[in-house]
């Protein structure tokens, strides 16, 4: 079993709609978590941390479940823009030991 | 430029040659990661420095592959005897250290091995 799962993509989804990505990881002892965005053939990079409360920031909403070791990340209003893959990420071990997830593809059409 | 630059961008060599990438991190970070990155995969984690320590390795890291970051500033990545497995993006990252939790991670370009 991988250490951080994610839905197989890809989602297609048209302009103005809702999509939600789930992320799930295995270790407990996992401490920070954060959602990456990677357009095609770039690097990833941060979209949003999570934290235990739930945190939001404009259209996008992350959730974080340390019972289920659930993670979720939530877009509304989808644009074209959004279009790209959506990478969870899991630290642990003081912060340094850092794991993606495989990453889900969004494709946003008009 | 004060973000993470890695050199070179692009290498294409025959397999059975070494290959040496390096990566200067962004001045401030003490922590340093290697990725690799297969097409519809997400960053696999090779390894991981804090100052001039290597404090962690992946499996995936065989004997073929090391890394180095002598002075605690740039790093390398040699890959010894290339296999047409190891074509893939190679990842650079560096972060800041606060207290226990993680902090972003600020990526570079990527140097893209293609082994043939």
């Known amino acids: 079993r991988k250490e951080v799962e994610q839905d197989p993509g890809p989602f297609n989804v048209p302009e103005g709609a809702t999509v939600a990505f789930n992320c799930t990881y295995s270790?407990?002892?996992?401490?920070?978590f954060f959602w990456y965005r990677q357009d095609c053939r770039k690097e990833p990079k941060l979209l949003m941390s999570v934290y235990s409360s739930g945190n939001e920031d404009g259209r996008f909403t992350a959730q974080l479940n340390r019972a289920s070791q659930y993670i979720s990340l939530l877009i509304r209003d989808s644009k074209l823009s959004d279009s790209a893959t959506y990478l969870c990420?899991?630290?642990?071990?003081?912060?340094?030991?850092?794991?993606f997830g495989a990453g889900t593809r969004l494709f946003v059409k008009a | 430029d004060t973000g993470v630059s890695q050199d070179p961008r692009h290498k294409i060599t025959k397999r059975g040659q070494n290959v040496t990438f390096r990566c200067d991190p962004i001045?401030?970070?003490?922590?340093l990661y290697w990725y690799r990155q297969t097409l519809g995969q997400g960053p696999e984690f090779l390894t991981y420095?804090?100052?001039?320590?290597?404090?962690?390795k992946s499996r995936l890291l065989s004997d073929r592959f090391s890394a180095e970051r002598p002075k605690g500033s740039f790093s390398t990545l040699e890959i010894q005897r290339t296999e047409q497995g190891d074509s893939a993006m190679y990842l650079c990252a560096s972060s800041s250290e606060a207290g226990q939790g993680g902090t972003e991670a600020f990526f570079g370009q990527g140097t893209r091995l293609t082994v043939v």
């Open positions: 001045s401030e970070h003490n922590r």
């Open positions: 270790n407990s002892a996992s401490q920070s």
């Open positions: 420095f804090q100052n001039e320590a290597q404090l962690e």
């Open positions: 990420v899991v630290t642990y071990t003081g912060g340094f030991k850092t794991i």
